[in-house]
């Protein structure tokens, strides 16, 4: 497995076209499947609606948590045991 | 004992208790004995049904076996469990750190088959005790305050359940477990789900748990990802079926761990954060209230105890060999710890919800669920955080933990290599289970509370998972660089609780020391002044008054008796002779009395 992780490393490129097959595959199954299991309206409507909805899903959780972090939330390991924090607990 | 129920709980604490006098080669075997036993126990109490081992304390009926088919399935899951967990810390030396999880095993079994609140409330806070040791037990720089952290909340929570207990018994006079009015909620009914509720980590009471389990021992957080929050699920389905407010707080909880988990640093706390968001689903599941909802919570916390505790098992096998658990600090691990990667990529497929593995056959239920009673919002957003779960624990977890940039210093790619054989064998029980569950669930819905009518092996469910994780990779692959791990920890809803007890500090060190100070002036000057004046006042009343009238009386009686002394000879005829006088003086009064 390890020589495996290895060569695809070492593969890169074509990894990602394999990948790239993959997820065209993927949208394409989609589309043939039968989607009376679908409970609204957008899933039986939409071509690639769950291709749509992951990748923005994604992006959306990426970009929120990238804003987030960057709101001033994230400090140093030591902040609780920061001389400002024990100066405001004396 | 009553019939052939045995209760679990109790070959736990005897095993526990037993376990330090355990030593040499019958150790490791007794160390998985026990655990055996306990699970030969569940599985055995699975055939009965009804109520055993009642225990009449004062006036009330305690029920310590109340089995059905949800405690059932809750107990199988949490002693096959307890064995996993067991063989995987099976080398540790230490029996305290056994023993403090048998005593936790024992109090989620107890609970789990408690028929009262009461029996609940015991066993509930005999979890709290027993986990709080497998944080100690790590002994790290952090360990003792976060321990206490930990107790402290914990026994806020058991406090307000008991309130709850206490108002419900008020009112309506029984303490049976049961399901509550969740229609029409009355304090004790908030009370009680509260109490429940923090230890399902319900944000907002949840910090306790990624402060907790990211400080836990090895494998004493393999044992905590488990038992205290899959139990609260247990309670709050038992309890609180149905109640509005829970679909919201598990849609808020499956999110809030998304985005936290997305900005982690450290493995466990991410897999912590991980934890408040699985559990978000189940509550969310307990919260719409159906069958086929019970039923999808009920499963995802089975599942859900299998891949945690796999993915725990990996992360906790990379900090015992590496001593690290820092993005920051590791990268690159496939190399040097192959099996480690392969059960712990098996444990992110599983929570990811891929197909043929766990939680492929139970998150469906409960989405589903809610498209089934019109709640698509929630539904929507459960699906939402389904997409993040698999980003940060499918993508994330094992990219920047086993591939990526190689962070390890010299010393930690040294240390790094697969862990012990009890280690590995613990990940390959747990990694078997996760793909049987998920390709085979047929085991797991016949243990399901009420009857099954779902498949997830559909052909629409198979394409909209694989679309899902497949756009969602791409997006992970061409955003990953704003996903990059800072070495900085991420503040949360704990600070305002920390704040909240500095002021508290400060109300106590600065208004209330001042007033302490003042009024011991006050005392001083004006109290203590007034109270020497006022002694020394009856000091004076108490020598001139009351002991000058005493001492007067006494000084009188004195000299009378001096006086009398002298009349008195000693010779009993002059005594004869004053009594026959007195006697002759009084009858001739008297009769000149009677003349007169």
Known sequence: ?90 | MTGSFIHPALIMVIGALLLPFIRGPLRKPYLILIPILTFGAVLSNNTLTGNFAPFQFMDWTLEFGRVDKLSSIFASIMALMALIGTLYGMHVKKSGEHVAAWFYVAGSLGTIYAGDYITVFFFWEMMAFGSVFLIWFRKGPNSLKVGYRYLIIHTIGGVVLLAGIMLRYQAVGDIEFSLLDVRNPQLYTWLIMIGFALNAAVVPLHSWLPDAYSEASFNGAVFMCAFTTKTAVYTLARSCAGMDILVLLGVIMALYGVIYAVMENDIRKLLAWSIVSQVGYMIAGIGIGTELAINGASAHAVVHILYKSLLFMGTGSVLYMTGKTKFTELGGLYKKMPLTFFFTIIGCMSISAAPFFAAYVSKGMIIGAGYETHLNWASWLLMFGATGTFMYNGLKLPYFLFFGKNNCSEETWEKAADPTWNMLSAMAIGAFLCIFVGSSPGLLYSMLPYPVHYSPFSAYHLAETLQLMGFAALAFFMFKKYLEPVDRQVLDIDWLYRKAGLFFVWIAVNPLQWFDTMWSKVYRVVGIGTLMETSKFWSWFDWNVIDGVIDGFARSVRVLGGRMRVLQTGQIQYSLYAAALFAACTMIAYALFQLA
């Open chain 1, 1 to 90: 497995m390890t020589r495996l992780i290895d060569y695809l490393q070492a593969n890169m490129k074509m990894l990602v076209i394999v990948c790239y097959v993959g997820l065209v595959a993927i949208a394409t199954y989609s589309a043939t499947v039968d989607t009376h299991h679908a409970h609204t309206w957008v899933e039986h409507n939409v071509p690639f609606f769950w291709s749509i909805f992951g990748f923005c899903a994604a992006a959306i959780i990426i970009g929120i948590a990238s804003w987030f972090g960057k709101s001033g939330i994230r400090v140093d390991e030591d902040y609780y045991d920061s001389s400002i924090w024990l100066d405001d607990e004396s």
